[in-house]
């Protein structure tokens, strides 16, 4: 290929890419300026009404930008634009659960404001709601984009085909791993570097369930660990920190990995301690 077809194969493919691309860059301030205008309050809570209306109304001009390319006419960019700010009332209200969720069971959490602005976990939920939306409206190439941006930015991926309950937590977060065929009860409690994932990575098993079912008020510590499509962890139950699960768990069980400590003394040890490095 010489020089010239190479710059004419990406003239074309461009002007065809941007048909199905989101501008990421707008895509990110939008999340983020979506996030703030439901969550922290702008010059202090001062502006009233009409600033918070004109906000919204700037937003729904930007979203459907962002839109333009996956839609065929302007109609169908207003039925989507519609669509996805009509639900942004009800994903709020799920989401001020979520944050009572963060208040009422960590005791570093001094007041319901401090979650709203300074909890990565909150701010990956919120776009992982917000997110979960557009998937079911059908672009999923922008939920996935919105997923990946908080991904980027606390550590925490959450998949935006997950099912997740209401008054969902996650503590510290970085680490977190949520898969695409998830399904998460209500009151559920993550702690860093929790893996909800898949046995299997083959592609054949795209359209299959894939990864765990949590059921209510579950409560998983870090370095957990849990795998497969099959795999159910029954309500009430506590998954200590590092254990490595592949296979459902009964309603109300406790699962941990039980360390043994001894000390040395005078004696010496039954056997020798080699170590490699």
Not at 186 to 212: C, E, F, I
């Amino acid at each position: 290929m010489n020089e010239s077809t190479f710059l004419q194969t990406l003239y074309h493919r461009n002007k065809k890419c941007y048909q199905v691309f989101p501008d990421k860059h707008a895509t990110e301030s939008f999340i983020d300026d979506l996030f703030h205008l439901c969550f922290v309050p702008k010059n202090n809570g001062l502006g009233g009404l009409m600033a918070i209306q004109r906000d919204y109304a700037d937003l729904k001009v930007r979203f459907q930008s962002i839109v333009s390319g996956f839609l065929p006419d302007a109609k169908a960019i207003d039925d989507i634009t519609n669509q996805f700010f009509e639900k942004i009332p009800e994903v709020y209200e799920v989401l001020l659960a979520d944050a009572q969720a963060i208040l009422s069971s960590d005791p570093a959490a001094q007041s319901l404001e401090e979650v709203l602005v300074a909890y990565p976990g909150f701010f990956a939920t919120a776009v992982y709601r917000f997110s979960n939306v557009l998937w079911h409206l059908n672009l999923r190439l922008l939920a996935r984009l919105l997923t990946e941006i908080a991904h980027s930015k606390t550590g925490i991926d959450i998949h935006p085909g997950a099912t997740i309950g209401h008054s969902f937590s996650i503590d510290h977060g970085t680490g977190v791993v949520i898969g695409e065929t998830c399904i998460l009860g209500n009151n559920v409690k993550l702690y860093q570097s929790v893996t909800l994932g898949a046995l299997s990575v083959d592609k054949k098993d795209a359209t299959t369930k894939r990864h765990p079912t949590i059921e209510d008020n579950v409560v998983i510590y870090s370095g957990a660990t849990i795998l497969g499509g099959d795999t159910i962890i029954g309500h009430d139950s506590i998954i200590g920190g590092n254990v490595w699960l592949t296979y459902s768990v009964e309603p109300f069980s406790v699962v941990y990995h039980k360390s043994e400590v001894k000390v040395r003394d005078n004696n010496p040890f039954p056997e020798p301690l080699n170590y490699v490095i």
